[in-house]
């Protein structure tokens, strides 16, 4: 039986990825070599630096910089030597160009100074984000790019596991947010004057209607550059009510998905990738049933007993 249910999966999966490289599309096309290098660099395949080729020539072509995002990234993680010479061509310089007022590639340029030592051009980096008018990580919708390739002949099974393939591609797509809250933390010690650019980066992030961490991010950046008290306590008391209705399922964290609960949650995840997590988390708040105040209190004793026993309490919420 699991042997059947693996080819039938491995079926689908090649099916999927030439639907996605095939496509007239230029996201689906880079989504669909993204993963077709996933699979071939892993255990089950050799290298195949054509992959990683002719995804980094159409990034070049393109002028997308969500495809640009997509195969920068993918270059990055491919092995050390794998042959694909197209990517090295690929940089952030050149994504942030293309996407010069988006922050994203911005703090991922300011990043590659900081790791350099190069605060001068950390600094002209960090500027350049601060004054960017869009805060968008394109991985964050790889799953609705990904939906107009699944053949409408798949089983239920068949589709939770190809979306959560893409789930996993879009969760490695690792953006340099962290590191941009640290350089928030060495402006206000005295290493260089940012503050100005920490408070704008951190609106941005905080009402893009990005992911969850993101947000959470947004309002460390935001506390560091000295954002209004009661601001912050909304933003904060904002983010545990959303962690919470995320977290809110009534099944066991700890136990077995049903099928019904999987595809309820798979069609959730769908909206988020459409629209944004914190975007989709906001207007289901209203449908929960449940105060942001109720929700957020919830999350914090959640969130001790996680802290004092290590696992994920059962039945997060009562509703």
């Known amino acids: 039986m699991d042997r059947k249910l693996a080819a039938r999966i491995e079926a689908a999966r090649e099916g999927f990825q030439a639907a996605l490289i095939q496509s007239t599309d230029n996201r689906e096309q880079a989504l669909g070599l993204m993963l077709q290098s996933a699979a071939a660099t892993s255990a089950r395949h050799a290298d195949n630096p054509a992959t990683l080729d002719e995804l980094a020539q159409l990034a070049q072509g393109s002028g997308d910089p969500a495809v640009y995002e997509i195969a920068l990234l993918t270059c990055q993680r491919a092995k050390a030597g794998s042959g694909a010479t197209s990517c090295e061509s690929l940089s952030a310089s050149k994504w942030s160009e293309i996407d010069s007022d988006n ?38 919708s790889l799953l609705a790019i990904a939906q107009p390739a699944e053949s409408k002949d798949l089983t239920p099974l068949e589709q939770y596991y190809l979306n959560a393939e893409v789930i996993g591609a879009a969760s490695a797509m690792v953006l340099p947010y962290a590191r941009a809250a640290r350089d928030c933390d060495s402006a206000n010690s005295g290493n260089w004057d940012a503050s100005a650019d920490c408070w704008a980066i951190a609106e941005r992030m905080v009402a893009s209607g990005g992911s969850l961490i993101q947000f959470g991010i947004g309002i460390r950046m935001g506390e560091r550059s000295g954002w209004p008290a009661q601001l912050l306590s909304d933003l904060k008391r904002e983010h545990a009510a ?48 449940q105060s942001e105040e109720d929700l957020a209190a919830q999350y914090e004793q959640w969130n001790a007993r996680f802290k004092s026993t290590g696992k994920p309490p059962s039945n997060p919420s009562s509703r």
């Not at 300011?110 to 869009?134: I, K, P, Y």
């Open 103 to 140: 922050a994203v590639p911005w703090l991922t340029l300011a990043s590659e100074a900081s790791q350099l030592h190069d605060t001068v051009n950390e600094a002209t980096d960090f500027h350049q984000a601060a004054v960017a008018h869009r805060f968008e990580n394109y991985g964050d």
């Open 242 to 289: 959303l962690i919470m209705l995320a977290l809110g399922s009534p099944r066991d964290l700890t136990s077995v998905q049903s099928c019904h609960e999987a595809i309820r949650e798979m069609e959730r995840a769908k909206r988020w990738s459409a629209i944004g997590e914190v975007a989709a988390l906001r207007a289901e708040l209203p449908l929960s049933g």
